[in-house]
């Protein structure tokens, strides 16, 4: 299988794909863990995705969620390309130990964010050691292929990971669009799918790990397979 990432630098940081459902109950064992790897009490919070549908509720959650988890949420107010092409901004996520991308519209997330300065703050970060989390739109947009929204088949994503596709909220998601990921799915791509309140990590190292409440399923052409909580996922791009 393909192993290829977006940088030759080693890969240095922690890689958290959330498959839906984030700062809920059944997160809350993985992020006290990804605050403590991160060394920061405090986690940068990009709404992006979320633009058109009530950003600072979003905020807002993350919030009061890590507050409760002792530790601070700040948002930057990325919602659209101008504030992605900005020096400042992009500053701030470069110094970042834990950045986190909520769930929201993958396309528009991609718009903002693809070739912009700030995503290559955020890939900085990253390859610095910083952890990087991203809930379902998040999730897929990070990886390359993309699962396209509007009906189950690829596009292209940011590419941190390269031939690793994800399906977020895999659980509870349409079956037809479901079907349609897996048909379709290009030879040289795995996909993953990721069920709500649960994680595919990916350590410095390169091993992937699900944490969470719910099972990560890994599909290839021909074959399925699930996997549990806290098992490790073998042969996954890196």
């Not at 299988?1 to 940081?13: C, E, I, K, N």
């Not at 949420?73 to 500053?91: G, K, M, S, T």
């Not at 031939?163 to 040289?188: C, M, Q």
């Not at 890994?218 to 996954?236: F, I, K, N, Q, R």
């Amino acid at each position: 299988m393909a192993s290829t990432s977006t940088d030759s630098r080693a890969v240095a940081g922690t890689l958290v794909l959330v498959g839906g459902g984030e700062w809920r109950d059944g997160c809350r064992e993985l992020d006290t863990e990804l605050l403590a790897t991160s060394g920061a009490d405090e986690v940068l919070v990009l709404p992006t995705a979320k633009a058109y549908e009530q950003p600072d509720r979003v905020g807002a959650q993350a919030v009061e969620y890590f507050s409760s988890l002792d530790a601070r949420a700040r948002v930057l107010p990325v919602l659209h390309r101008r504030e992605a092409e900005d020096a400042e901004l992009a500053a701030e996520v470069r110094a970042a130990r834990f950045v986190y991308l909520s769930d929201g519209s993958p396309l528009h997330l991609r718009s903002v964010l693809k070739g912009s300065v700030l995503f290559d703050a955020l890939l900085s970060a990253f390859h610095g050691g910083a952890v990087v989390a991203a809930s379902g739109a998040g999730a897929t947009v990070l990886c390359d292929p993309m699962v396209d929204p509007r009906g189950g088949a690829y596009t292209v994503g940011l590419g941190v990971v390269r031939n690793l596709a994800v399906f977020p909220y895999h659980g509870t998601a349409a079956e037809h669009l479901r079907a349609r990921s897996i048909d379709l799915l290009p030879k040289a791509a795995t996909l993953v799918g990721i069920d709500e309140q649960t994680a595919l990590v990916r350590a410095p190292g390169g091993t992937w790990t699900v944490r969470g409440v719910g099972s990560v399923s890994v599909y290839e052409t021909g074959s399925s397979t699930a996997h549990l909580a806290d098992a490790t996922v073998p042969g996954l791009p890196t």
